[in-house]
């Protein structure tokens, strides 16, 4: 005889559930942790998985696609969010909503993993509900921003004295954020002007061929700098962490007058 799911497993003994599997199965753990923390155990904390209807989850998600942004807020302090600026074109308008609905999709699709896993444990009876909730449609592809080059360059200029290095190295490396702030002295070979990347978003490493500004410019970070240590850390000498990149990057955009702000990814372009 087959056992019948009991009823009482909560949303978040699922979200425990799934994190615990997570540890031990993927990567970027903290980040899924922090949606969960931040978006799925507030609104569904008290909930039973088998009390969740489909039209619960849609009010969510169109809830998180109207919501402001988070922003970076001391740990104990009331969450702050951003403030949208005036006089935006029609076209920004039209780009906000396009990424509040595409993040708002990540979001939900980590719930819906959550929610299966605890049906494929046996713990919810019926997954047909969250099927039946669709992500918002033609929302995943931005429209690819590129700075001229005098904005690189004045943008540039306009960054702090420890973010200035970090930034640099984005325009000149296309290495993402997270990249960058884990690579070591050694990741840079002077001899083949190239730059190594290890393993991170994509599961492979990769070897960046540089110009001579990228060379020049990682020479002077690793000339007499021991192998292991980091390659790029702050002016305090701590590594820089998740999210640290976002106030120096949005008050150099202010100083340079690049409007709307970039985001630190856009430098890959």
């Given at each position: 005889?087959i056992a019948?799911?009991?009823?009482s497993?909560?949303v978040?003994?699922?979200c425990d559930?799934y994190?615990?599997?997570?540890?031990?199965?993927r990567?970027?753990?903290?980040a899924?942790?922090a949606t969960v923390n931040?978006?799925?155990?507030?609104a569904f904390?008290n909930?039973t998985v088998?009390s969740l209807?489909g039209?619960d989850?849609k009010?969510?998600l169109?809830k998180?696609?109207w919501?402001?942004?988070?922003?970076r807020?001391?740990?104990?302090?009331?969450q702050?969010h951003?403030?949208?600026?005036?006089n935006l074109?029609?076209?920004?308008?039209?780009e906000?909503?396009?990424?509040r609905?595409a993040?708002?999709?990540?979001?939900?699709?980590v719930?819906?993993?959550?929610?299966?896993?605890?049906?494929?444990?046996g713990?919810?009876?019926d997954?047909?509900?969250w099927r039946r909730?669709?992500p918002?449609?033609?929302?995943d592809?931005?429209?690819i921003?590129?700075?001229t080059?005098?904005e690189?360059?004045?943008?540039?200029n306009a960054c702090?004295?420890e973010?200035?290095?970090l930034?640099?190295a984005a325009?000149?490396t296309?290495?993402r954020?997270?990249?960058?702030v884990?690579?070591s002295?050694?990741?840079?070979?002077s001899e083949?002007?190239q730059?190594?990347v290890a393993?991170?978003?994509s599961?492979k490493?990769?070897?960046?061929?540089?110009?001579?500004?990228g060379?020049?410019?990682?020479?002077?970070l690793?000339?007499?700098?021991?192998?292991?240590?980091?390659?790029f850390?702050?002016?305090d000498?701590e590594a820089w962490g998740k999210?640290?990149q976002?106030?120096?990057?949005?008050e150099?955009?202010?100083?340079?007058?690049?409007?709307?702000?970039?985001?630190?990814?856009e430098a890959?372009?």
């Amino acid at each position: 005889m087959i056992a019948t799911p009991a009823p009482s497993c909560t949303v978040k003994d699922a979200c425990d559930d799934y994190l615990a599997w997570f540890r031990d199965n993927r990567k970027s753990v903290e980040a899924t942790e922090a949606t969960v923390n931040a978006h799925i155990l507030p609104a569904f904390l008290n909930r039973t998985v088998a009390s969740l209807t489909g039209e619960d989850i849609k009010l969510w998600l169109d809830k998180l696609a109207w919501s402001r942004a988070r922003k970076r807020t001391r740990k104990g302090k009331a969450q702050m969010h951003k403030t949208q600026p005036e006089n935006l074109t029609d076209e920004q308008r039209d780009e906000t909503k396009r990424a509040r609905r595409a993040t708002a999709n990540r979001i939900m699709a980590v719930l819906k993993a959550i929610l299966n896993k605890a049906f494929e444990d046996g713990k919810a009876r019926d997954d047909s509900e969250w099927r039946r909730v669709r992500p918002f449609p033609k929302v995943d592809v931005p429209r690819i921003r590129f700075l001229t080059e005098d904005e690189a360059v004045r943008l540039a200029n306009a960054c702090s004295a420890e973010f200035r290095p970090l930034f640099r190295a984005a325009l000149l490396t296309g290495a993402r954020y997270g990249e960058l702030v884990r690579m070591s002295v050694g990741n840079f070979n002077s001899e083949t002007r190239q730059l190594f990347v290890a393993p991170s978003k994509s599961g492979k490493s990769r070897y960046i061929p540089l110009n001579a500004g990228g060379v020049a410019l990682l020479k002077t970070l690793t000339t007499g700098r021991a192998s292991d240590a980091p390659l790029f850390v702050r002016s305090d000498d701590e590594a820089w962490g998740k999210n640290h990149q976002q106030r120096p990057l949005s008050e150099a955009c202010k100083r340079a007058t690049i409007t709307p702000p970039l985001r630190f990814h856009e430098a890959r372009h």
